[in-house]
Structures are given as C-alpha cells and as structure tokens.
C-alpha cells in the first residue's frame, strides 16, 4: 500500500513571502509520479505542479517549486511570493506507476496567507 | 485547457432513495476515469476506477452493491449510490484521464465535485 503524510495541518505565511509545505510517502515502486494539488473553497481540484520518479530534475511552475528527494521519500513543496488568491487546502498526492489515474492522497496542509 | 463536467454539483435525498452522479469529459475521450470521495475536512480517498465497456474496479472497503459505476461510453461514467443512508453523505469528486496522443502526454482532470447529502 501507498501512504502519503503530510505533517503539517496548516500552515500561515505572510503575503510575498516563501513557505514550503511538508509530504513524504512510502512506496515500493521505483516508477511513479508525485502531485500537489490546490483545493480552494469551492472545491476544485487544482493541478499545481507534477513530477515524475524517474526525472532527478525539480519540477518548477513559475512560484511553485518541488524538491524531491527520492532516496528519502520527500516531496515539499516551496511557494515563492506567497499570493492572498495561494490560501487554501494543499494535497500531496501519489500516483504508482507510469500509468495516470490512481491517486493517493495526503491529509492535506490548509495554508493561509495574510496581508 | 480539457474540462470535466460534474452533475449535480449538489443534492440532497432522503434515506432510502438512490442518487446518480454524472461526470462527463467534454472535449477528450476517457476510457478510464476515477471516483473519489472526501469527508468534511479530510482528504480524497480514491473509490474506484471506472473502465469503458468493462466491469469498475473497486479499492478495498468500497462497497460495489452500494456504489454503482457505470461507464458506457467514451465520454460519460456514472455513480449511482443505492439505498442512500445518512452516512453516505460526503462530497464526491470525479477525474478523467485524457488519453495520451502523439506528442501529448497523459493529464488528469478533477471534476467539480457533488455534494451528496441524505437526510
């Protein structure tokens, strides 16, 4: 089984500012893909960034960076100049495989960004 | 971008009844899409895998007989929550998988989620 923990329940930064969420997993596999994925209020599931296994390079999306460390099952994310429109439920999440589709979620991080 | 129309995005029921969830690709085919179901305050959790022309794949702990999933063409998959009871009540989220073409890889697309809620 897939297991996904993300140790930080919520997490606040100040607006322009960089937090880096927590997540670490346990697997077997040696090819799988990692997500985060947003979800504000209304619940959307949001892609944020993505990243393969077998890629050693981090994955960057403009201010969203990942730092994997696939030896020590890490994947955190780091959000650079913190936006208001950032706050909201942040999921890692764990696909196994090469094949999309079956996703295995963290607890989630609730990050807050203040003015 | 690819969408992934959920319907309804919100229902209630009374115990007893049964509920049909919709979630539809628009613009791609999916032979395969995915059924999660998430608890106020708490994660997704994945229920099952839903295969074009052929039987659900269900994760361990989810009831078939309780969680009907239909997938009967490229474009649509259904869930259908039988005999619904208070605590079937959560917010159930579709995904599709846009199938990989030449030159495109595989992405994955959330619908916008039901909130079912059974009195």
């Known amino acids: 089984a897939q297991t996904v923990t993300q140790s930080q329940p919520e997490m606040s930064v100040q607006e322009a500012e960089t937090v880096t969420l927590s997540c670490t997993y346990d697997?077997?596999?040696?090819?799988?893909?990692l997500f985060w994925y947003k979800q504000p209020p209304s619940r959307q599931m949001i892609l944020v960034i993505r990243?393969?296994?077998?890629?050693?390079q981090n994955a960057t999306e403009n201010r969203f960076s990942v730092n994997f460390q696939k030896a020590a099952k890490s994947f955190s994310l780091k959000i650079s100049d913190s936006q208001l429109g950032d706050t909201a439920m942040y999921f890692c999440?764990?696909?196994?495989?090469?094949?999309?589709?079956?996703?295995?979620f963290g607890r989630g991080t609730q990050l807050t960004v203040w003015p | 971008g690819a969408v992934v129309s959920q319907h309804p995005s919100r229902v209630i029921c009374k115990s007893g009844t049964s509920v049909k969830i919709e979630c539809r690709s628009l613009?791609?085919?999916?032979?395969?899409m995915f059924w999660y179901r998430q608890f106020p305050k708490q994660s997704l959790m994945l229920m099952a895998t839903?295969?074009?022309?052929?039987?659900?794949?269900?994760e361990q702990g989810v009831e078939k007989d309780k969680f009907l999933i239909n997938h009967a063409s490229l474009t649509l998959s259904t869930l259908t929550v039988t005999s619904a009871h208070p605590e079937d009540s959560s917010f159930y989220i579709c995904?599709?998988?846009?199938?990989?073409?030449?030159?495109?890889?595989?992405?994955?697309?959330f619908g916008s989620g039901t909130q079912l809620s059974v009195l």
């Open positions: 839903s295969n074009e022309g052929s039987k659900a794949t269900y």
């Open positions: 990243q393969e296994a077998y890629k050693q």
């Open positions: 995904s599709a998988r846009q199938n990989e073409r030449q030159g495109v890889n595989e992405k994955l697309f």
């Open positions: 999440a764990f696909n196994r495989g090469s094949t999309l589709g079956r996703l295995y």
């Open positions: 613009d791609f085919q999916a032979t395969t």
């Open positions: 697997t077997s596999e040696s090819n799988y893909y």
